[in-house]
């Protein structure tokens, strides 16, 4: 792997049209080394095109995106600097993945024992001599990930790499990331799975039409997220309410056993309800996850919606 001076990506004040169409709005952030970063936004975000731009498929009408503080044209031998994984069905169907490989290989001036290194590295061994035609969706994957992986890059960018992953293989998913970021790879990771990002990344970039919208470690956006509240289970949830309002918190009922309480700690709502023998089977921290974190962030940035009356009928 190359220095960790260079496993940085630096997205500065990108403006893109196409058409009358704003796709990149100053979009800037950066991707640091040692951390899965996690990329995600509605669809029409900018995702995409910030992706390409990175990767010198779309100029940008304004700023710039550099890797280890370079252009990527102007990289010699790129795959050694940056692996991407944007288009798993990308394949010259009657080649088989193994000649796939050996191609780019040969392209980037790497010999067969790095091929034949990076196959193992992802699992592909038995199907690295037959035609792509006969992939499925997730070896495709794992077959682009092997290109991505060539070079021995410290930059890695993947747009939807869950995509057709089975359970076993988002579990070796989740890992893979893990460890390439363990290693000091700065790696940047474009998904619509809120659950699996939150299980993998250090950091999360959330974009909606072209622009930055929040930039922060996940355990920040949680953290913001998660609003100090205590989900409270009971079969009592009137006489809990009145005896919690008296003393101050803020109670909503949730359902007809669970509240959630604001302005009291745990260990004072448990106190209150046993010197009152209110009934109770929970009282825990209420945790937000990553997906209500985004879709808070991103209410106002959804190109398409469905309305709740769409949904029902449905």
Do not use: C
């Not at 990108?14 to 995600?40: C, D, I, S």
């Amino acid at each position: 792997m190359g220095q960790v001076s260079e496993a940085t990506i630096t997205v500065s004040g990108l403006r893109k049209r196409f058409g009358a169409t704003v796709a990149l709005n100053g979009m800037t952030f950066t991707v640091h080394p040692g951390e899965v970063t996690g990329f995600v936004g509605p669809n029409g975000a900018g995702k995409s095109t910030t992706m390409r731009v990175i990767l010198g498929l779309d100029a940008p009408d304004e700023g710039s995106a550099l890797i280890g503080g370079q252009r990527y044209q102007s990289l010699s031998h790129p795959l050694h600097h940056v692996g991407a994984l944007l288009d798993a069905g990308a394949l010259e169907p009657g080649r088989s993945g193994r000649n796939h490989l050996l191609w780019l290989a040969h392209s980037q001036g790497m010999n067969v024992r790095r091929v034949d290194a990076v196959i193992e590295q992802v699992g592909l061994q038995s199907a690295a001599r037959r035609r792509a035609r006969g992939y499925s969706l997730g070896m495709r994957q794992r077959l682009g990930i092997a290109a991505a992986l060539l070079g021995d890059p410290p930059v890695l960018i993947m747009d939807e790499p869950f995509n057709g992953m089975d359970p076993d293989g988002i579990i070796w998913m989740r890992r893979l990331l893990g460890s390439l970021a363990a290693e000091g790879r700065a790696v940047l990771v474009s998904s619509h799975l809120m659950s699996e990002l939150e299980d993998v990344a250090d950091h999360v970039v959330v974009v909606g039409r072209g622009k930055v919208l929040a930039d922060a470690s996940v355990d920040d956006l949680i953290a913001g997220a998660s609003d100090n509240r205590i989900t409270l289970r009971t079969t009592a949830p009137s006489e809990a309410t009145s005896i919690l309002d008296a003393a101050g918190a803020e109670v909503i009922v949730v359902d007809h056993e669970r509240l959630s309480v604001s302005g009291l700690e745990a260990v004072r709502i448990v106190a209150l309800l046993g010197q009152h023998a209110v009934p109770f089977s929970e009282v825990s921290a209420h945790r937000a996850t990553l997906e209500d974190v985004y879709l808070q962030l991103t209410a106002g940035a959804v190109e398409y919606r469905a309305s709740n009356e769409e949904i029902k009928s449905r």
